[in-house]
């Protein structure tokens, strides 16, 4: 099946900081990647949805300046957590679907993120 | 939105045991998936099944799309297969933008 790496699988960092998260496709083509969060126990909740070479599509009541998205290439989408706070510690995932996968959803291993 | 609806939200079964688990939602679907989420947080594709009735191994998957809801089958369960189980649709015009169920959490023990 389709390969989808995610980087880095854990950070921890200080309030206020910033942090990237890398999700790259390894075996195909993704024209569409999708970013989810996911609290402990939880189900997946899409955050935003970005297409390679366009602006990101973010969900209802996810603040697009403190989540950048970049899909700048078919194989690698940024998720960037601006100025980050205690509350925006989470689990991470994307997923992403292209050339040949079509409409079948492959996932990144996810990030989990703590901000002290 | 779609809602999705998993049952049961929780399962126990000793190693070697049969077990269903359901996924009803709202309104039409032209996309329908599975994943199952390990514990260590990785999502694995099971099926694309929008519709119809696939096999793959000791899992198997029937979605009746008229009826709004899919079945998923694990057969002789294995400890591996412990883990969340997510069911995922997309409505008509959304393509591949998912919205997931609620889970089933699953504990296969010896």
């Known amino acids: 099946g389709a390969v989808v790496s995610q980087h880095p699988s854990r950070v921890i960092c200080k309030s206020g900081t910033s942090v990237k998260i890398e999700c790259r496709s390894l075996?195909?083509?993704?024209?569409?990647m999708f970013w989810y969060r996911q609290f402990p126990k939880q189900s997946l909740m899409l955050m935003a949805t970005?297409?390679?070479?366009?602006?990101?599509?973010?969900e209802q009541g996810v603040e697009k300046d403190k989540f950048l998205i970049n899909h700048a290439s078919l194989t690698l989408s940024t998720l960037t957590v601006t100025s980050a706070h205690p509350e925006d510690s989470s689990f991470y995932i994307c997923?992403?679907?292209?050339?040949?996968?079509?409409?079948?959803?492959?996932f990144g291993s996810g990030t989990q993120l703590s901000v002290l | 939105g779609i809602q999705v609806e998993q049952s049961p939200p929780d399962l126990i079964l000793q190693e070697g045991a049969n077990s269903t688990l359901r996924c009803n939602f709202s309104?039409?679907?032209?996309?329908l998936q599975w994943f199952h989420q390990n514990p260590w947080g990785q999502l694995i594709n099971l099926f694309y099944?929008?519709?119809g009735t696939k096999q793959n191994g000791r899992l198997s998957a029937t979605t009746v799309a008229t009826e709004r809801y899919s079945l998923l089958y694990i057969s002789s369960s294995q400890t591996t297969d412990s883990g969340v189980y997510f069911c995922?649709?997309?409505?008509?015009?959304?393509?591949?933008?998912?919205?997931f169920g609620t889970g089933t959490r699953l504990q296969v023990t010896l």
């Open positions: 997923s992403a679907v292209g050339v040949p996968t079509n409409e079948k959803l492959f």
């Open positions: 099944i929008p519709s």
């Open positions: 309104d039409s679907v032209n996309n």
């Open positions: 995922a649709v997309a409505g008509t015009g959304t393509a591949s933008k998912l919205t």
């Open positions: 970005s297409n390679e070479g366009s602006k990101a599509t973010y």
């Open positions: 075996d195909f083509q993704a024209t569409t």
